[in-house]
């Protein structure tokens, strides 16, 4: 994050990711990790820490996105209900109807994505994941993932809980990037898939 800078093309407030070259507000990531908006980030920012915007170079406390680990929020599955919607991008992924409403996969109107429930090893839902359905995602500035809440990200496999059985049958566990992996490998039979949901396994996934 740049606190304060001499160069007139850095604003002091903003962060700067190195890999895609993108810079932000720090209450456009901070409302981004909570799958919320900037307005959001900002109140979350004041709240904790009065100005959003530093004028000093300080040491900020370390940020606990939950301060219970011990307790768990889960979701009524009945939300579900408003996203049972096919959008032409899941046949576009070869993808049925049988196997869309068996993952409860469903669409939001309102953010426009593709929603994936999440679930954690007991089959509770915990989470939504969007996924960007509009082709042109950056060149709209969208985010291509987002989180509807702040439990389940990237320290789960998705689909553990349905093929459990399977595999413990076989004795293996086949890993893949994205959910919709597991998916296609369901309706080919093969029942011992789960998502990373990532690029890269976490350390919570590993255990």
């Known amino acids: ?25 720090l209450y456009t990531v901070v409302g981004y990790c909570f799958g919320r908006d900037d307005e959001f980030g900002k109140q979350w920012l004041v709240d904790r820490y009065g100005n959003i915007i530093l004028n000093e170079l300080e040491y900020l406390p370390e ?7 011990n307790k768990v929020d889960y979701l009524d599955e009945s939300i579900l209900s408003k996203y049972r919607y096919f959008h032409p991008y899941m046949f576009k992924r070869k993808l049925t109807e049988d196997i869309i ?40 500035g969208m985010a291509k993932y987002i989180y509807y809440y702040p439990l389940g990200r990237n320290d ?12 413990l049958e076989k004795n293996e566990i086949i890993l893949v990037e994205g959910e919709k992996s597991v998916m296609k490998l369901e309706s080919h039979g093969i029942n011992n898939a789960v998502a990373l949901g990532t690029s890269h396994i976490s350390k919570e996934q590993m255990r």
């Open 1 to 25: 994050m740049y606190a304060k800078s001499d160069n007139p093309k850095i604003y002091k407030g903003t962060t700067h990711c190195f890999t895609c070259g993108k810079r932000v507000p």
């Open 156 to 167: 789960l496999l998705w689909g553990y809980h349905w093929h459990l059985k399977d595999i």
């Open 101 to 140: 409403k068996t993952f409860s996969v469903g669409y939001d109107f309102e953010t426009n994505s593709i929603v994936f429930p999440v679930w954690d090893i007991d089959g509770k839902l915990i989470n939504i994941k969007g996924r960007a359905a509009h082709s042109q995602w950056k060149e709209f």
């Open 63 to 69: 940020i606990e996105l939950n301060n219970n680990t």
